[in-house]
């Protein structure tokens, strides 16, 4: 029987996976990221005393469960440790990776809806396509 990992266990296995400076600057960071509103941060002294398990700890009774993963994601970003973070929001299901803000747009698109933005008014207009012999239109169905 294989039994389902916990978001606890995906944060602390995500934390031992933090060598001693990162965890470190982790916690730094933990301390000093914007927090949504009703949140406060975890003390400094506090962090600084604290174990990976005693921090997993914290980040829930603190973070309460999708935040306290959010939380998480966003500090180990800010010391570019994005593959820790990306595992985490994978594993936890909390958001997509990347976020869509961050997301390069697709050229392919960018260009074809340029193409369209172009095409549909005179399309509209005349029931046919412009001529224009630099435009390959190979690929529409009329």
């Not at 960071?29 to 005693?54: A, N, Q, S, W």
Request: net charge negative.
């Amino acid at each position: 029987v294989v039994k389902k990992l916990t978001l606890r266990d995906h944060l602390l296995k995500t934390l031992e996976d933090l060598g001693e400076d990162e965890l470190k600057k982790f916690k730094f960071k933990l301390h000093e990221m914007p927090l949504k509103e009703g949140y406060e941060h975890i003390g400094r002294g506090t962090l600084r005393k604290v174990d990976v398990i005693d921090l997993t700890d914290k980040l829930i009774s603190c973070y309460e469960g999708d935040y306290a993963v959010e939380v998480t994601v966003e500090a180990l970003k800010s010391i570019n440790e994005r593959d820790l973070a990306e595992k985490l929001a994978v594993a936890t299901g909390n958001g997509k990776w990347p976020p869509l803000e961050t997301s390069a747009p697709i050229p392919e698109y960018s260009s074809l809806l340029g193409l369209l933005s172009f095409l549909t008014p005179h399309w509209l207009q005349n029931r046919e396509l412009p001529a224009r012999p630099h435009l390959s239109c190979s690929f529409f169905p009329f």
